[in-house]
């Protein structure tokens, strides 16, 4: 089975900083895909960054990176220059090659502080 | 905006009744995905369709059924409701199903039985 663990609840961080959240998973497959996504208060899903184990190289999408460690079963997320719209609910999600549903983490509340 | 949409956002009703939710996926995208996002549980995958066939299933009661339809939009039905099925209801869509595919979702459902 898939599981997918976020340790941090709760994190803050000042506007301008940099902040990065944790996720690990477990799982026996070797090929799967790794996704970040951020819930705000109006509870839309919005897709951050997603990375294809199979690929070395870190996925980045303007002030959001990863560091994927794949032998750590380690993915997480770091938000540079975090601004106030970043205030959000952030879900890890594991996706297994075999079929399409998501298994989440269960979240990290973030908000920025001005 | 996703491009997927779903209705009704907010249901209100009581225990024993049943309601039907339904998604409508971004333009060309042919598979559906249903999760559950309840306080306790975080966010659970249902089932996914595929141009009208199901293809993965989780979580889903027995209680719960769906079906996606010719025009590809798929509607959940949740049948002898419980308290405990108090919840955001969650579509997402995606081209064809694959493990290489980014779910986009909708805005949800929110769904308070009394």
């Known amino acids: 089975a898939q599981t997918v663990t976020q340790s941090q609840p709760e994190m803050s961080v000042q506007e301008a900083e940099t902040v990065t959240l944790s996720c690990t998973y477990d799982?026996?497959?070797?090929?799967?895909?790794l996704f970040w996504y951020k819930q705000p208060p109006s509870r839309q899903m919005i897709l951050v960054i997603r990375?294809?184990?199979?690929?070395?190289q870190n996925a980045t999408e303007n002030r959001f990176s990863v560091n994927f460690q794949k032998a750590a079963k380690s993915f997480s997320l770091k938000i540079s220059d975090s601004q106030l719209g970043d205030t959000a609910m952030y879900f890890c999600a594991f996706m297994k090659p075999s079929g399409g549903e998501f298994y989440f983490g269960t979240g990290t509340s973030l908000t920025v502080i001005p | 905006d996703s491009g997927v949409t779903q209705t009704p956002k907010h249901l209100i009703t009581a225990t024993g009744q049943r309601v039907t939710l339904r998604c409508s996926p971004r333009s060309g995208d042919l598979s559906v995905y249903w999760y559950q996002q309840s306080l306790d549980q975080g966010l659970q995958f249902l089932i996914q369709?595929?141009?009208?066939?199901?293809?993965a299933k989780g979580n889903i009661l027995e209680r719960f059924s769906a079906q996606q339809f010719p025009d590809l939009h798929s509607e959940l039905n949740l049948s002898s409701l419980e308290l405990g099925d108090s919840a955001l209801y969650f579509c997402a869509s995606s081209v064809e199903g694959g493990t290489q595919e980014t779910q986009y979702f909708g805005p949800g459902t929110r769904l308070l039985v009394l």
């Open positions: 990375q294809e184990a199979y690929k070395q």
């Open positions: 369709y595929y141009n009208g066939e199901e293809r």
């Open positions: 799982t026996s497959e070797s090929n799967y895909y």
